[in-house]
């Protein structure tokens, strides 16, 4: 199991036991599945935080 699998099934977890029902609830778990996601391809090297750092650095500078 990749990094990216198990942070992604990580963030669904928490954010199962963060939210009991409802629309707060599915957004919650949508949110904390992002981040897990997006930690999960940092720890995999398929995301470049510093990338996207210096590309929205550029747009403001514009």
Known sequence: MSPT???LAVGL???FAAA???F???TMVL???LVGLL???WLDGELDVGGIIRSAQ???RR
């Open 5 to 7: 699998t198990i942070c």
């Open 13 to 15: 977890a928490l954010g």
């Open 20 to 22: 009991f029902g409802g």
């Open 24 to 26: 707060g609830a599915f």
């Open 31 to 33: 949110l904390f599945g």
């Open 39 to 41: 930690v999960g391809r």
């Open 58 to 60: 550029r747009r403001g």
